[in-house]
């Protein structure tokens, strides 16, 4: 970010003029069919379709794993003084929507900040078990889940992000809430070689099992983990490719993520 004595530097050395020139100019070269046309070319490169945010805008208010402080924003700077508003971030890794990174349940595991790009885009897979979920909050994905899933919609494409939709985005302040079975888990890093899964609750495992199996079996595998997703309604069960725009400080054991997905017509 540049000083405001830069800042200023910049636009007394341009002028308002030059800098209007420069943008009428390169408008010119679009038109005109000029090397600026290839611009674009980033927005052809995304497949037709809908773009849908799957992450919760974090605040103070937004629900913590038990025992975790919440997260803060304080402005450090303000526009009165030096031109800029700026403000300073507090917030355990493991927060809002996020991602788990190996390196969060297995000691030597690989940390967010390495894990492939490749990794990050991927097929999206929902698993819907709301309406078993509704009235059982200790349900859990299961391995006939995913036969079932695949008895509609095929076999689940390598390398993909497969998701419980629960509907438990409007409940994440219960301390019971759904998850992945351990079963289910190891099938579908060892049987359909997955880059990870995600849930619209705060844990990968259903909120009552402190052994963690869906955990161990992921995040032991060198995959990655996705936890307190939303608007998981608004993608079809197969079809969409989901981006995880995960955090990439050094030796992040996991950190809030932008997800979205993008939604085949």
């Known amino acids: 970010m540049c000083g405001p004595e830069v800042v200023e530097t910049v636009h007394r050395r341009i002028g308002r003029r030059a800098l209007f020139g420069s943008l009428g100019a390169a408008a010119l070269t679009v038109a005109a069919g000029g090397a600026a046309r290839a611009a674009p070319a980033v927005v052809a490169a995304i497949p037709a379709g809908r773009l849908i945010d799957l992450t919760h805008t974090l605040s103070p208010t937004f629900p913590m794993w038990p025992g975790n402080e919440p997260f803060s924003m304080h402005p450090v700077a303000a ?156 993608v079809p069960p197969a079809g969409a490719t989901v981006v995880v725009g995960a955090p990439k400080h050094a030796g992040a054991t996991g950190g809030p993520c932008r997800v979205f997905a993008i939604s085949p017509g």
């Open 79 to 234: 526009y009165e003084l030096g031109g800029f508003l700026v403000n300073k971030l507090s917030y355990f890794e493991h927060t809002g929507t996020h991602i788990d990174a190996p390196a969060h349940r297995v000691r030597g595991g690989a940390t967010a900040d390495i894990l492939p790009l490749e990794d990050l885009v991927a097929p999206l897979v929902v698993l819907d078990i709301s309406s078993r979920a509704a009235s059982d909050p200790e349900s859990v994905v299961t391995t006939e889940d995913i036969a079932r899933w695949e008895l509609e919609h095929g076999r689940i494409p390598d390398r993909a992000l497969v998701v419980m939709h629960s509907r438990w985005q409007d409940r994440l302040a219960e301390r019971a809430a759904p998850g992945f079975g351990g079963d289910a888990a190891r099938m579908l890093v060892h049987e359909r070689n997955v880059v990870g899964i995600g849930v619209d609750t705060l844990s990968l495992d259903r909120m009552s099992d402190r052994d963690y199996p869906a955990h161990t079996a992921v995040l032991g595998a060198g995959r990655y983990g996705v936890e307190a997703l939303a608007n998981l309604d608004a």
